[in-house]
């Protein structure tokens, strides 16, 4: 037995050359994986004369910073302040993203950590709503909205974002991993439920809603919410940015620079914790 063990957990001796040739492999998928993001990044420092090039070039000749002095002027000129196209993004985005998490856990508790009768249904429903896509539900969601009367308000595009199943899901199959025995020892030591959640169960599944908020903020970040936004005081940012944007051809460095200061936060939110992000694609495993 002990001879068996030893085998199982010898490892896979490889040579230099297959270990050269593995890493080969791995840096091609890699650069053609991050092509799109470097051709962006070089087209928004492109002059107006290299953008059109064909075959398109992967490289600048004459970096130039026209297109985003462009970008913020058109921006400042507007009757609405830059500023508040801003504002409104980091709000809806930092409500939606903490509201979301917040609910999700609270739902998520329950459905992993105990036992009711509808709770196998409520799981059901749940794996079935992930089959559908946001456009499936545009117009019973726009309907919704609008009986609610929160058509051209913030609430129109926070409150979607609090009900993705995605979030309930992932949270769901990280709380399933913490052992009962660390929740039992919280209730001896006088713990309620919702103290339980917040002390215990939260700091445990760190790498669920890190993710989550990396996956809803880039979501509600580039949205424009056109369908549900009217007043131009409450539109965000990617709509001030795409009008600019749609100019003509004239503008085409402009759309460069819009797509690439789009793509900034997005990218240092997941820099910042894609370690977390990385433990979460390998053990949130999809486990029933």
Known sequence: MAKLNAASHKKVNRSVYGNAVIFVILFIFGMFTALPLWYTVVSAFKPFDEIFIFPPRLYVRRPTLDNFVLMFQLATNMWVPFSRYLFNSLFICVVGTVGHILI?????????KHSFAAKKAINEIIVLALLFTPQVTYIPLYIVMSRLHLIDTYWALILPAWQMTLGLYLMKQFMTQIPDSLLEAGKIDGANELLIWWKIVMPNVKPAWLT?????????????????????????????????????????????????????????????????????????????
């Open 104 to 112: 999700a856990s609270l739902a998520a508790y329950p459905l992993a």
């Open 212 to 288: 989550l908020t990396i996956l809803l903020f880039q979501q509600l970040w580039n949205q424009t919410g056109g369908s549900f936004i009217f007043s131009e005081n409450l539109k965000v940012l990617p709509t001030l940015l795409q009008q600019i944007a749609a100019g003509g051809i004239a503008r085409a460095g402009v759309g460069a620079a819009v797509a690439l200061f789009l793509m900034i936060p997005p990218i240092i939110l997941f820099i910042i914790s894609q370690s977390s992000v990385m433990e979460t694609m390998v053990s949130a495993g999809i486990k029933g």
